[in-house]
């Protein structure tokens, strides 16, 4: 069973950039496709970015200016970079693999503050 | 967006009895939706996708069904650790969109 793990580092200051790695053992991250979703405390789900076998992506509309998903198959693990991080950035912070997010990881919370 | 309202908010029964929950798409998104269940201080996890296919692992007790935009999540007979908010999410269109979720809670 594939295992996913993000990490990150739980506090960036405002205007910053946040950067998230999401490790994928016992298991390949290529042949796949890759997802960033997060959850907002107390609130719903939302998905934010993509990336697929050829690694071709797609973002959110509202957030993919400051928005970059990548994969590095040599470290096997799955990358996303949040520009100009504001409050409404804070959030559980999620990877999940394939179209239909079979497998998520335990997320990695987040919080926008100086 | 494909905007996705799912009923009701919340949904109180007891263990035993059966659970409807339902998916409304703003357009169709065929057969393209999925179901998440996610208790609390976990993530989410895959019930159902492409409408009605049980992923690997979960009961049969859950069942999807629908089209176009018309989507229901059922569980049968409530078992306690079925206790939790569900999620659609649809995959027909980018962005993918997700639905507010319905919590089942314990009556």
């Given at each position: 069973q594939v295992q996913l793990q993000e990490s990150g580092p739980g506090l960036v200051k405002p205007s910053e950039t946040l950067s998230l790695t999401c490790t994928v053992s016992d298991?390949?991250?290529?042949g796949y496709s890759w997802s960033w979703i997060r959850q907002s405390p107390g609130k719903g789900l939302e998905w934010i970015a993509y990336i697929d076998y050829r690694e071709s992506t797609d973002y959110d509309p509202s957030l993919k200016s400051r928005l970059t998903i990548s994969i590095d198959t040599s470290k096997n693990n799955l990358s996303l970079k949040l520009s100009s991080?504001?409050?409404?950035?804070t959030a559980v912070y999620y990877c999940a693999r394939g179209p239909h997010l079979d497998n998520w990881g335990q997320g990695t919370l987040v919080t926008v503050s100086s | 967006d494909i905007v996705l309202t799912q009923s009701p908010a919340t949904l109180s029964l007891s263990p035993g009895e059966r659970a409807t929950l339902s998916c409304r798409a703003?357009?169709?998104?065929?057969?393209y939706l999925a179901w998440y269940q996610q208790k609390p201080g976990q993530a989410p996890r895959l019930l159902?996708?492409?409408?009605s296919i049980r992923a690997?692992?979960?009961?049969?007790?859950f069942s999807g069904s629908g089209s176009g935009t018309d989507f229901t999540l059922t569980i049968s007979t409530l078992e306690p650790e079925d206790f939790a908010v569900y999620y659609c999410q649809q995959r027909s269109n980018w962005p993918r969109t997700f639905g507010q979720g319905t919590k089942v809670e314990i009556k």
């Open positions: 298991g390949s991250i290529s991080v504001t409050t409404a950035d | 703003s357009q169709s998104v065929s057969s159902i996708f492409y409408s690997t692992g979960i009961p049969a007790r």
